[in-house]
């Protein structure tokens, strides 16, 4: 199985704030890795596909880059509404998700 | 605009099978997706459960696999997951889901439904 590693599991920022989150797989996944947004009560929704690709209708904002093994995950300013639970998921053999990383307010 | 909302019970005796039926609007089931389920149990992370095509074909997780049935029922347009033997580990909100898929299986999840929460009981 391919683990999905996530850092950090949690995230404290500041309004305007440039956000980074990486997700690191435990073996050659080349760049087949998304990443997901959840906010509380609500289902996950697909921002990033295959490691850099902005889903369609998802702000610019949103970025992705990564290949291999490192892959990360920015928010280039923090809004109040992107708070949220962030996930990376890899679907090079099967699906694996990250842990997640929770995103707060500072 | 394609839609899944997932349903069945929201209390499961232990050791008993679970099971959920999610119906698809606004897209057919034959057409160009796999159809998928994952789970998050409360306060914790996602877990992919396996996913479906229109024709049977199926993936799963190996964790679960000797657990899980997937199938498929395209004249009422949706799909259903068996899980059997559970546990109170079994506890969770369970999502189904729309998946693009490529030669070698799923890719990714991109639409959801609203999840429906699972307790299973002693």
């Known amino acids: 199985d391919i683990q999905m590693t996530q850092s950090p599991s949690s995230l404290s920022a500041s309004v305007g704030d440039r956000v980074t989150i990486t997700c690191q797989a435990s073996q050659d996944i080349r760049k087949y890795l998304n990443w997901y947004q959840q906010k509380p009560g609500k289902a996950p929704k697909l921002l990033i596909y295959?490691?850099?690709h902005l889903e369609t209708g998802v702000p610019s904002k949103f970025s992705g880059s990564g290949s291999g093994t490192d892959f990360s995950f920015t928010i280039s300013s923090l809004q109040p509404e992107d708070i949220a639970t962030y996930y990376c998921q890899q679907y090079d053999n099967l699906i694996t998700f990250g842990q997640g990383t929770r995103l707060e307010i500072k | 605009q394609v839609q899944l909302q997932e349903s069945g019970p929201g209390l499961v005796k232990a050791s008993e099978t679970l099971s959920l039926t999610c119906v698809v609007s606004?897209?057919?089931?034959?057409?160009?997706?796999?159809w998928g389920w994952i789970r998050q149990p409360p306060g914790k992370g996602l877990e992919w459960i396996g996913g479906i095509f229109h024709s049977g074909t199926t993936y799963y997780s190996p964790s679960l696999k000797s657990r899980v049935t997937l199938s498929v029922d395209t004249s009422k347009n949706q799909f259903s997951l068996k899980l059997n033997s559970v546990t109170a580990a079994d506890t969770a909100m369970y999502y189904c889901a729309r998946a693009n898929y490529y030669s070698s299986g799923i890719r990714r999840f991109d639409r959801w439904g609203q999840g429906t929460l699972v307790t299973v009981s002693s």
């Open positions: 295959d490691a850099s």
């Open positions: 606004g897209y057919s089931i034959t057409t160009g997706y796999y």
